[in-house]
């Protein structure tokens, strides 16, 4: 499993507070079966992020993984917020493009329920080369959700809810009929620390996905998809 949302830097923004933090996320991870996970500070007004150094600071991070026996990659990334995206160079939306590759880029909505900006929003990245992941739309529903998440994937837009939020659903939890519909792509942990919170895990997600998606889709959610956005190639449609 690839993690494709987590806030596992230490000391960037409102996640890991320092290497022991990141160090004991990682660890979940692992328990968990996570072989890699993308590193997504938010790349938000808020947040004093310099992105030309999240590549030494993921590898900063990965030599001590490595010293401490921990096997997971981690790869660079950001949580792009959607107020933000336009005031970025080219260049500097490749560096934060997820798994470091310059194709896909994790997208943070604005406040409030999905609107038709962010679909404007999408077709401009495309025109810049970007392929785009929607992140946590769980936080973003109005009367016309369904519909918007709809337009965003007639837009070539990936949709990534957090593990956990999929995990506590239960039978009829409009989560579970969006992914019967296809419209559930992907899981991140959207982790902040291990010292509360989302924990950096995805087997249990998945595994409630799996009670209403067929096998042939949760592999192409848990490994076919990711992989290919990590290496910025084009994803192959969903079974």
């Not at 987590?6 to 960037?12: D, K």
């Not at 981690?74 to 995206?85: F, K, N, P, Q």
């Not at 982790?191 to 087997?203: I, K």
């Not at 996905?209 to 084009?234: F, N, S, Y």
């Amino acid at each position: 499993m690839i993690d494709l949302h987590c806030h596992i830097l230490p000391g960037l923004d409102d996640g890991a507070l320092d290497l022991d933090d990141s160090l004991a996320m990682a660890r979940q991870a692992e328990r968990d079966g996570i072989a890699a996970v993308c590193a997504t500070p938010h790349i938000r007004h808020d947040h004093d992020v310099a992105i030309e150094e999240l590549a030494a600071r993921v590898h900063a991070l990965q030599e001590r993984l490595d010293g401490d026996g921990v096997d997971v990659r981690v790869l660079r990334g950001g949580e792009l917020a959607a107020t933000d995206a336009d005031r970025l160079t080219d260049a500097q939306l490749r560096l934060v493009a997820l798994g470091g590759a310059g194709g896909w880029v994790l997208l943070e909505p604005a406040p409030g329920p999905l609107g038709e900006g962010l679909e404007e929003l999408v077709g401009r990245l495309a025109r810049r080369g970007l392929a785009t992941i929607v992140a946590h739309p769980e936080r973003h529903a109005g009367a016309d959700f369904e519909e918007r998440l709809k337009a965003l994937v007639a837009g070539g837009c990936l949709i990534q809810w957090t593990a956990q939020f999929v995990a506590d659903a239960v039978a009829g939890d409009l989560v579970l009929r969006l992914a019967d519909e296809g419209l559930v792509h992907l899981l991140g942990s959207d982790a902040h620390s291990s010292h509360g919170g989302r924990p950096v895990r995805l087997a249990a997600g998945f595994a409630r996905l799996a009670t209403v998606c067929a096998p042939e889709r949760i592999e192409w959610m848990v490994d076919g998809a990711p992989q290919a956005i990590v290496r910025a190639e084009p994803v192959s449609p969903m079974p």
